[in-house]
């Protein structure tokens, strides 16, 4: 990932009071999370599958902190269950930061489908989400999605496309 | 197991008979009805949130099983102030009792082990359930508790409480005794929204 980029990120979740982050690596977004993983501001829970980090970004809002996911379009795919039986129906909050694969501009063939599938998915999951494709975007696009997200009690995402995640060869 | 917590002891249940249980206890302090695969996760992020509580998960073997691998991350994080307690009814007891993997040998303690959780044990029967429970009460690590149960038909009251109050009566009950603020409907003022001072 571009460098930039990732400052911007970590300034974004740092800016929106984010003390709390749950992930899943993803070849595109490890350098980011190494990069929260070694910053003290942020409690970082790996697991050992996006649907977990749910349920565990869920209860660390119940006991106060301000938690969010840095998961893949895969994990959006992974995670309908607790997007619905638990952040839908509890109205829980949580910030969502995703590189946005599949977007146009990916190279990779079997990434095709998550583009096509991660926009409806969002929508009929009730997550409010926004594209950002420009790197001096991406941290009040954070922002702006926690203050909705606390505000609204429900889950908002930050898409991140190529323009952003790709670093070129 | 109602009379040995205290009342700041944070309960997390989930779906089906357990929470048709402890609604009865009126316990505020509890967040209930997480569905498959969520409890023993929510249970991770509320002990990780609020290290200075205890927090008391009780899951079930099915609700588990629906994500086996949080007994990995619960493990790896081994939070000291959760116990992670697991009615195991070998079934789905709401779905007419259909068998459970766990009534087919598999054997939640061994993996709990496997995955590095030194305090996981099978309990069998209640006066031993009460020892641990105390010790894990008393101490300071995490404990994995499979108690063995026998599947209960028992009618027991439906629940009153629907989710969204539920987690409204618990997130209260956390920001009055942490003094802390959780939920923040206006989170972005409006310069006009201000009284003026003067």
């Known amino acids: 990932m571009k460098q930039g980029s990732v400052e911007a990120i970590v300034t974004g979740l740092k800016e929106a009071g984010i003390n709390f982050i749950s992930m899943l690596p993803d070849s595109d977004f490890t350098d980011t999370q190494k990069a929260v993983m070694a910053d003290k501001d942020f409690k970082c829970v790996p697991v050992s599958n996006e649907s977990i980090g749910f349920g565990v970004c869920a209860g660390a809002w119940l006991g106060g902190k301000k938690p969010a996911l840095l998961i893949t379009t895969d994990g959006i795919m992974a995670s309908a269950f607790p997007l619905t039986t638990l952040n839908m129906q509890k109205n829980i909050p949580v910030l969502m930061v995703i590189p946005y694969r599949g977007s146009l501009g990916d190279g990779i063939w079997f990434m095709g489908p998550m583009g096509a599938a991660t926009e409806p998915l969002l929508k009929d999951l009730q997550v409010a989400y926004t594209v950002i494709s420009k790197v001096e975007e991406v941290t009040p696009a954070i922002k702006n999605a926690q203050l909705s997200a606390e505000a609204w009690l429900r889950p908002t995402a930050v898409l991140l496309t190529g323009e952003i995640i790709f670093e070129e060869a | ?198």
């Open chain 2, 1 to 198: 197991m109602d009379k040995k917590l205290d009342q700041n002891v944070l309960v997390v249940t989930p779906t089906g008979k357990t929470y048709q249980y402890w609604e009865a206890t009126g316990r505020e302090a509890q967040i209930s009805q997480l569905n498959l695969g969520l409890c023993t996760p929510a249970g991770l992020g509320l002990a990780l949130a609020l290290p200075h509580r205890k927090v008391v998960a009780l899951d079930g073997d099915g609700n588990l099983l629906f994500n086996l691998a949080s007994v990995a991350d619960l493990a790896v994080q081994n939070p000291g102030n959760l116990i992670d307690i697991v009615f195991d009814n070998e079934c789905y007891q709401s779905c007419d009792s259909f068998p459970s993997v766990t009534s087919k040998g598999v054997n939640l303690e061994v993996i709990a082990k496997g995955c590095g959780i030194k305090n996981a044990v099978t309990i069998r029967d209640i006066t031993r359930f009460e020892q641990t429970l105390d010790e894990a009460l008393n101490g300071n690590e995490l404990f994995f508790i499979v108690a063995k149960v026998e599947p209960g038909e028992e009618i027991v009251p439906l629940p009153r409480q629907e989710g969204r109050e539920n987690k409204y009566r618990f997130v209260r009950h956390v920001e009055n005794t942490e003094n802390i603020r959780i939920i923040n409907p206006y989170s972005r003022r409006r310069k006009k929204d201000f009284t003026p001072s003067t």
